[in-house]
């Protein structure tokens, strides 16, 4: 169903009370400054013409039922009972700006707004929604009238699934070429959700690893599924048990194996809820470290990234160890040393070889450690690198970890 709302009837309508913005379905609100102001700009000239794409939750609930299909009948029936009308399924950006700027959250300025009369405003500079109507006499009031009067195209989706809200989202967005992780986090699978819940824990350290700009497009949910392949030993599927490798088409393939689960315990799920909550204690301790250690400040200067799959994997070793860390801060100081001196180690012990063979050619550096750190991402490296790695940890004293505490029988 196509229809038309003017931007008053808007504020009404998309409030985060009645419309649920799914995270499933959702790019970050990432726009600029600049890109609000544009878009004002364009709903001045009646250009704003990409419509909102919303569900209907009721009829979908009424849908879902009617078919069988008992995952959506369980997401349409929590959202409704939580009060919401719709489920966004894009246009969070868009929607998300025009209810701040009519509640006079935020301002706009440019220099191509346009009156109700069609004629041109001039410059506007920083204003909010109500210095818009303060004289009746002033060209502004003008642009209050345009824009408060403007229309804004919706589609709303009646009688549809929750999977096919996702496939409308990536339909909707593939000309726009979304990063990819947006298209894995929109699937029907438990394992998205469980990301989300896992990077919505370290939103702060994270920030300390990943630019700004690589977390508004998901690169920190994309991280966080990573580390949970990496971590991973066994799952309900044997063909899932095997070393992932981190290019698209293995993250692709880890995402889509749990499509039509609604959660981790549904019967034959192939993901293992109590493998991935321990893979999930590790990260959770990788950040802990991250979050207190001082030798990178987050907002000028990023944890490397070989730093953080040392890190991610020397935690792991402490956990199946038995160990906890009592000084996050100071384990964090004691495996960086522990890294960088194994990375010049292997560097000067690979020149040696090189030098001492008959055929330098014939010494094969995916056989030294400082190798194998720059590509975690394939299996077979991140396997060579773990055993370097988990070989010298049992040389270490470490000043700090200790062994945990027996549980009582």
């Known amino acids: 169903m196509n229809t038309n709302f003017d931007l008053g009837q808007l504020k009404d309508l998309l409030t985060e009370q009645q419309v649920y913005y799914d995270p499933s379905f959702q790019r970050r609100v990432v726009w600029t400054k600049q890109d609000v102001n544009r878009f004002f700009e364009s709903i001045s000239k ?15 609930l009424k849908h879902s039922r009617k078919i069988g299909d008992k995952h959506s009948e369980i997401y349409f ?3 409704s009972g939580k009060g919401y009308q719709y489920v966004s399924i894009d246009g969070q950006n868009r929607t998300k700006k025009i209810v701040d700027f ?21 410059e506007v500079v920083n204003k909010r929604l109500n210095d818009l109507k303060k004289d009746p006499a002033s060209p502004l009031y003008q642009l209050w009238m345009n824009l408060t009067h403007k229309t804004v195209s919706a589609t709303i989706h009646q009688n549809i699934t929750r999977e096919q809200c996702a496939e409308i989202f990536r ?3 593939r000309t726009k070429q979304p990063n990819a992780h947006n298209i894995r986090q ?4 438990p394992v998205a959700e469980f990301v989300r ?3 919505g824990n370290y939103k702060n350290p994270l920030k300390k690893v990943l630019s700004s700009a690589n977390i508004s497009e998901m690169m920190d949910d994309e991280l966080i599924a990573k580390s949970l392949m990496i971590l991973t030993r066994r799952y309900n599927e044997d063909s899932m048990n095997k070393h992932w490798s981190l290019n698209g088409s293995d993250i692709d393939s880890w995402y889509q194996a749990g499509i039509g689960f609604y959660n981790m315990n549904d019967p034959n799920c192939p993901y293992d809820p109590e493998e991935l909550k321990r893979s999930a204690n590790i990260i959770g301790s990788s950040f802990r470290c991250i979050d207190k250690q001082t030798m990178f400040a987050g907002n000028t200067k990023k944890i490397p990234k070989d730093q ?12 199946d160890n038995n160990y906890l860390i009592n000084n996050p801060a100071l384990f964090f100081k004691e495996i960086r040393k522990l890294h960088i001196d194994l990375k010049t180690k292997s560097d000067k012990q690979c020149a040696k070889d090189k030098d001492n063979a008959a055929d330098p050619n014939d010494v094969k550096e995916g056989d030294y450690y400082h190798n194998q750190v720059r590509h975690p991402h394939i299996s077979d490296s991140r396997i060579k690198m773990k055993e370097t790695l988990y070989t010298s940890l049992s040389k270490q004293s470490l000043k700090s970890i200790r062994l945990r505490a027996k549980s009582a029988d």
């Open 197 to 199: 819940e896992v990077r």
């Open 77 to 79: 029936e929590k959202l």
């Open 102 to 122: 009519l509640n006079n959250e935020i301002t706009i300025s440019g220099e191509s707004f346009f009156g109700a009369d069609g004629t041109p405003i001039g």
């Open 186 to 189: 929109s699937l029907s699978t």
């Open 308 to 319: 953080y799959w040392c890190l991610l994997l020397s935690c792991s070793w402490v956990f």
């Open 171 to 173: 339909n909707l967005n």
């Open 46 to 60: 009646g250009w704003a013409n990409a419509p909102i794409t919303l569900a209907e939750i009721e009829s979908c």
